[in-house]
């Protein structure tokens, strides 16, 4: 193991830990494992971009996470006919997750420790028995999910009441919702596929830097033991507030026009308003009455909010493409 202090990487698959010092290593054993072509042959790829010729993968060459096994390399073969160099087709054959977390090796065992406690819980999906204050908490959770949700609509109920059943997440629960990242993307990719029946070449991704990206991704992530209260709020929060929004930017991209920027930016400013993108939960744990990382969220979330409130700039970027496409046809 390096040094005390240094950062390595750590992602599961079926509760086994994948350990590496380079980020894509660790991601390329994850994507091999659940049999994701694409995602496989891009992060071979930026191996190979980091390597010397005589050092680049092929066939049956080990990852530097020290994890391989038959099942994992069955069907690869650096001269397969598909495009990625690998099988495609299958179901996935592992529980994989992509998400990974970038801790100091000495805090190594703890963190992987605390992840398998999480498993257990999730594995075991005993609600656990809550005292008084943690019902009253609840409860607060659901009124507040209830009102920020009606902000945008006012029609909106629960389909089934939120409670805590005991379950938690392996990779932890971010205190900034992950789609931020994706969003403005996802939009222009689903627009794309409903208008021209094709996917999005117009080459917009995130507006946000790698370092935020990956702060949200990786940094602000928090565990929770499954005697800890934790309810999944924010995703009934984000996923409807998100929901309104893509439907309001779609309309926009369809027919510009100044009548229709009212009512995105209105949305947007309800949504910044109402942090509907942040885990309130998640925040206070990340937190801990610790100031520097209270800045550290306000900052990253700050910069969620210019990347909101600045949409107009990214959608003419976007529409200018989608015009040149229509011209073509």
């Known amino acids: 193991m390096a040094s005390a202090g240094h950062q390595v990487w750590v992602g599961f698959i079926d509760g086994l830990p994948v350990v590496g010092s380079v980020k894509e290593a660790v991601e390329w054993v994850l994507a091999v494992a659940a049999d994701d072509s694409l995602k496989a042959k891009l992060k071979l790829d930026a191996i190979n971009g980091r390597l010397p010729q005589k050092s680049r993968y092929d066939k049956y060459s080990r990852s530097s996470s020290g994890y391989a096994s038959d099942s994992t390399w069955a069907g690869y073969s650096s001269d397969s006919s598909t495009s990625s160099g690998f099988s495609s087709g299958k179901p996935a054959r592992h529980d994989t997750k992509y998400e990974l977390k970038c801790v100091p090796d000495v805090n190594l065992k703890a963190y992987i420790t605390e992840v398998a406690k999480g498993t257990k819980s999730q594995q075991t999906g005993k609600p656990p028995v809550k005292s008084k204050t943690d019902q009253k908490k609840l409860q607060e959770i659901r009124d507040m999910t209830l009102r920020k949700i009606q902000r945008i609509n006012q029609n909106f109920e629960f389909n089934n009441p939120l409670v805590d059943d005991g379950k938690r997440a392996r990779r932890g629960e971010h205190v900034i919702n992950n789609d931020v990242i994706s969003f403005y993307y996802k939009t222009v990719d689903d627009f794309m596929k409903e208008t021209f029946y094709m996917p999005n070449t117009l080459g917009i991704e995130s507006p946000l830097d790698n370092n935020t990206s990956e702060a949200i991704q990786t940094e602000l992530v928090v565990h929770f033991d499954e005697d800890e209260l934790y309810i999944n709020a924010n995703a009934l929060i984000y996923g409807e507030y998100s929901r309104v929004l893509k439907q309001a930017l779609k309309s926009w991209l369809l ?75």
Do not use: C
């Open 255 to 329: 027919a510009p026009s100044q009548e229709l920027v009212g009512p995105v930016n209105r949305i947007v400013q309800i949504m910044n308003e109402e942090e509907a993108y942040v885990d309130p939960l998640a925040r206070d744990k990340y937190i801990r009455n610790q100031n520097a990382r209270r800045v550290r969220v306000e900052t990253i979330r700050g910069r969620v909010v210019d990347m909101l409130t600045n949409w107009l700039q990214y959608f003419q970027a976007a529409k200018t493409g989608i015009d040149a496409i229509h011209a073509r046809r």
